[in-house]
């Protein structure tokens, strides 16, 4: 899956505009799912797929379906006291401001990846490099394997870091990749950047406030 784009179910909505898009479906039990819904992770395949509340609540549990399919988690958490600094982004190697790593249970190891034109592109990093960027934040070791990501954004002013479900890391990814343009993403790629980090910004709890919440 180096370097090219990750195929994300039940994200297709931000893939493009459709004229009338058929509604999205749980994926175990076929019911209309609501545009705000919840998604399972299929670790071995790096998917997402679309889930009603009834199914995401079973695999909710740790264990289930002896872990092939796992829900992602709702939490939001902010660290603001995180060491990320200039060093510890340079040694992440990428082109644009925005990165998110998480615990991948198959490689058992930090993976990175970032928006592009192309979809999520994953960094080809040594694993000593992403590891020694998760020691920068308290966030690291509170991830969920596979459903939880760490993202990190570089801004003007300095570093931010939250702990977020791993589906926003690609709704994220299909709405740069919907609306970039040009060499730097454009004025309408830099909005949608915005606009989601302040819904990101206005859920995230304190490192130290929030746990594990439903």
Known sequence: MSGQSVAVAGLRRFA???????????????AT???EHRHLVDPEKRSLECACTACALLFDRPGAADGRLRAVPRRYLT???????SAAWDRLQIPVGVVFLF????????VAFYPSPAGATQSELDPADLAAVGQCTRLA????????????????????????????????VGRMRLHWHGFDGGANARAELEEFFARVEQRAKSIDVGSRTP
């Open 103 to 110: 615990h991948d249970t198959a490689l058992e190891r930090l």
């Open 33 to 35: 799912v609501p545009e």
């Open 16 to 30: 493009g505009a459709a004229p009338q898009p058929a509604p999205e479906r749980c994926a175990l039990c076929g």
């Open 79 to 85: 660290d603001r006291d995180h060491a990320v600094d």
């Open 141 to 172: 070791a509170l991830l969920e394997p596979d459903v939880e990501a760490l993202l990190v954004r570089r801004t003007n002013s300095g570093y931010e870091c939250y702990l977020v479900p791993i589906d926003i890391c690609y709704e994220l």
